[in-house]
């Protein structure tokens, strides 16, 4: 991959953050599976309302329950490996495809050309656009 190739996936990269750090965080709720994938989304300066389903959740019933009340939009960012869409389906089921916003994790499986198949490898696969 040449320099301009790579200076377009951190350009893009980069617009896929702002567009995340773009929405309401009393709106939206960000929904990553555990907390590399927020470190990682951290690190590239992610700062939504972002939680994790592991830590905040018992379960994607509780997860729809707490969603309903406080919030109107649910951003899924969970991993785009078979568990992650096991589980995206699960919870978009739950909520009948209402509130759900898929465009940016198809969005970042565009961006990244399906390399990165886990939130976490996010940041690695980042720093390594940023290399010579």
């Given at each position: 991959?040449?320099?301009?190739?790579?200076?377009?996936?951190?350009?893009?990269?980069?617009?896929?953050?702002?567009?995340?750090?773009?929405?309401?965080?009393?709106?939206?709720?960000?929904?990553?599976?555990?907390?590399?994938?927020?470190?990682?989304?951290?690190?590239?300066?992610?700062?939504?309302?972002?939680?994790?389903?592991?830590?905040?959740?018992?379960?994607?019933?509780?997860?729809?329950?707490?969603?309903?009340?406080?919030?109107?939009?649910?951003?899924?960012?969970?991993?785009?490996?078979?568990?992650?869409?096991?589980?995206t389906k699960k919870i978009s089921?739950?909520?009948?495809?209402?509130?759900?916003?898929?465009?940016?994790?198809?969005?970042?499986?565009?961006?990244?050309?399906?390399?990165?198949?886990?939130?976490?490898?996010?940041?690695?696969?980042?720093?390594?656009?940023?290399?010579?």
């Amino acid at each position: 991959m040449d320099r301009n190739e790579k200076l377009h996936i951190i350009r893009e990269i980069n617009d896929f953050i702002d567009q995340i750090n773009s929405e309401s965080p009393e709106d939206s709720l960000i929904l990553v599976e555990g907390k590399r994938d927020l470190q990682a989304l951290a690190y590239l300066g992610c700062n939504g309302n972002i939680r994790m389903y592991h830590h905040h959740f018992k379960n994607p019933i509780d997860l729809v329950d707490k969603f309903r009340n406080n919030y109107k939009k649910l951003i899924l960012l969970l991993d785009l490996d078979r568990s992650g869409e096991i589980m995206t389906k699960k919870i978009s089921n739950l909520l009948n495809q209402k509130y759900i916003d898929h465009k940016y994790r198809m969005r970042l499986l565009s961006i990244t050309q399906g390399r990165v198949k886990t939130i976490e490898e996010l940041k690695s696969f980042y720093d390594s656009m940023q290399e010579n």
